[in-house]
């Protein structure tokens, strides 16, 4: 699934890094605790979170995840889309809860990461 099929899916508002849009997804893994995203995720998925500070982009700039959506409507500052902008991963926001998210992405496709 391409991430503008995420977006679409989710009602979501890209932050940054639109051109983004055309990279390929199969999985995504949700938390709002990165140490959870250090230890159990794997590499090239979607990360759902509603933590908004930087230490989200560096998680994901650690793991080569290239997208993060934030979930609740939650909002980063610019200095963190800057930084996103920066690392080259795409961020969004939707409105949608958590679980709500997760489920129609599963719903249309995407797995769960796989657990290393």
């Known amino acids: 699934m ?23 997804t199969d999985s995504a893994f949700a938390s709002d605790l990165m140490s959870d995203v250090l230890a ?7 990360l759902l979170t509603g933590l908004t500070n930087i230490q989200a982009i560096r998680t994901a700039e650690m793991l080569d ?12 500052d610019e ?16 409105k949608l809860t958590m679980f709500t998210a997760c489920g129609i992405l599963f719903t249309n496709g ?6 290393e």
Request: with cysteine.
């Open 2 to 24: 391409k991430l503008i099929n995420v977006k679409e899916l989710l009602k979501a508002e890209v932050l940054c890094n639109e051109e983004m849009l055309i990279i390929e």
């Open 40 to 46: 159990l995720a794997n590499k090239e998925l979607v």
């Open 65 to 76: 995840i290239k997208c993060i959506i934030y979930v609740r409507n939650k909002r980063p």
């Open 79 to 94: 200095n963190v889309i800057g930084f996103a902008k920066e690392k080259g991963i795409c961020l969004m926001a939707t």
């Open 110 to 115: 995407l797995k769960g990461a796989d657990i």
